[in-house]
């Protein structure tokens, strides 16, 4: 009963809009395929091939509905050198094993560590994105005649104004259909799909990647491999967060990992180029009201229906079209907010997103981009952390013994802090050490103890740790050495 019902509320559900979501989605796959085809080096097919099987697949085994993933840049861009110096079948065997990675990584439950991506790196990952996508339409826009912008133009407006009419049709699909039933019968020249490159005629077919089958073909394709399958992971994962939030539902992240692999693995061997998530279909699914995985299967099924069976109508499609749509995506998507939320966030805030934002844009590279936030917020959450280490003194009347009170936390960032807290000057008979309002975090924090235990006995204290707590007790009894029997403090010199 419980499947039933989950498979009712994940395929179901509102299904005339999920099917009308799906078809928009594949007119704007088409164009993305062939380019992130071309930028690989490979024949457009094979990404369109690719786009049709990874999206078919992550519907059905992956961790977030309505999430659209295909042949991606950030992918395409990995595969250059290893298309130019061993060709195509060597990218098909490089698929495979990427998918394989990507279902070992699924397996090691390796999605949780989205909870270590803090939200200013997630803001600077989805404005970065909008702008890198605004930034593709400009090849769309150059050298072109006052057609074309006159064209961009009216699609926008169809777009933004056909929702006051009605909301049952998505308005970008409405966009698309008008503007190439106009450029047909007007006999206006615009550049169209068809100019991007020449579409399949066929249906994909199975077959094993021709590549040698020993550990030198392993060495050949492990780097390209593992580099596509973290990039793929990374903005697979990010994406399905920004849809989480979209949508106000959740989903599984290592179910994501591990459909990401079963669709490039299956990908492979049906003659297509390694992919992942992309948030700019994504935006447009669920912007059209998909919640479901049914528009993400409709998506890809319908993407190969095109290709195979209207070829000759999708070729005439204008590309002014899908840029009029891909503006509108790239402005839904940039967080606006975010700008002007610049003055009241806080300042380490504002720093990590912006950089996630210039490192993105300036390298074309997500990894990088997030990698550089993720390293920022890390070390500005160490610092802030760190500065929250407090230490008192209260000496006895006779003024033979001191007590340290410690409060904080103390790790790698905070232990030069702590050692430098404590007077060795004039140390009394005894001192005592109270850490009943502190915790220990690492063996950073602990070797910082035993430094202070014994730089104290060295000057002949009597020294006693009181009041840790039992996670920081087993720290000291595992890693510590001031309370060993062997343990002497090296004489003053």
């Not at 279902?103 to 970065?128: D, E, P, T, Y």
């Not at 179910?255 to 447009?284: D, K, L, P």
Request: hydrophobic share 50%.
């Amino acid at each position: 009963m419980k499947v039933l019902q989950t498979v009712r509320r994940e395929w179901l559900t509102n299904i005339p809009t999920e099917i009308m979501s799906g078809v928009l989605v594949a007119l704007a796959l088409i164009p993305e395929a062939i380019g992130f085809a071309i930028v690989a080096g490979v024949d457009p097919k094979v990404g369109l091939y690719a786009s049709f099987s990874i999206a078919c697949v992550t519907a059905i085994v992956g961790g977030r509905p309505a999430m659209i993933s295909a042949a991606t840049a950030s992918t395409a861009v990995l595969m250059v050198t290893l298309v130019r110096d061993h060709g195509l079948q060597y990218l098909f065997a490089a698929t495979v094993l990427m998918g394989v990675l990507q279902i070992a990584a699924g397996v090691l439950r390796l999605g949780l560590l989205m909870k270590f991506v803090s939200r200013s790196v997630m803001v600077g990952f989805v404005n970065a994105l909008a702008i890198l996508i605004f930034l593709a339409q400009l090849p769309q826009l150059t050298h072109v005649g006052w057609e074309t912008y006159a064209m961009v133009g009216a699609g926008l407006a169809i777009i933004y104004l056909f929702p006051y009419v009605t909301r049952k049709v998505p308005s970008a699909l409405v966009s698309i259909v008008v503007l190439t039933a106009f450029t047909i019968y007007s006999g206006i020249k615009l550049r169209t799909v068809g100019d991007m490159g020449e579409l399949p005629s066929t249906l994909p077919f199975f077959a094993i990647p021709q590549v040698p089958l020993n550990l030198e073909t392993l060495k050949i394709i492990l780097p390209y491999s593992l580099a596509m399958a973290a990039v793929g992971l990374l903005e697979s994962l990010l994406t399905a967060t920004i849809v989480d939030d979209m949508t106000d539902t959740g989903s599984n992240k290592n179910r994501e990992c591990v459909g990401q692999g079963i669709a490039n693995f299956i990908t492979g061997f049906i003659g297509g180029m390694g992919g992942c998530a992309m948030i700019g279909q994504s935006v447009i699914n669920v912007t059209a009201g998909a919640r479901t995985r049914f528009s993400t299967f409709v998506a890809g099924a319908f993407l190969l229906f095109l290709i195979v069976a209207m070829s000759d109508w999708v070729k005439q499609i204008p590309m002014a079209a899908l840029t009029a749509v891909m503006i509108m995506v790239s402005i839904s998507t940039f967080k606006w907010s975010s700008v002007t939320n610049l003055r009241s966030n806080p300042l380490s805030s504002s720093v990590v997103m912006l950089a996630t934002v210039i490192a993105v844009v300036a390298t074309r590279d997500l990894s990088i981009g997030v990698l550089t936030g993720v390293v920022l917020s890390g070390i500005f959450f160490a610092a802030k952390v760190a500065r929250l280490l407090g230490i008192s003194t209260e000496r006895s009347e006779d003024g033979k013994q001191i007590t340290y009170m410690v409060t904080g936390q103390v790790f790698f960032a905070s232990s030069t802090s702590f050692v430098d807290a404590f007077d060795y000057s004039e140390v009394p008979e005894r001192v005592r050490i109270d850490v009943s309002a502190a915790h220990f975090w690492d063996i950073t924090a602990i070797g910082a103890l035993d430094d202070i235990v014994l730089k104290l006995r060295r000057h002949g204290a009597q020294v006693e740790v009181i009041g840790l707590n039992e996670a920081s007790a087993t720290m000291v009894e595992r890693f510590g050495t001031h309370h060993r029997p062997d343990a002497q403090p090296k004489p003053v010199h």
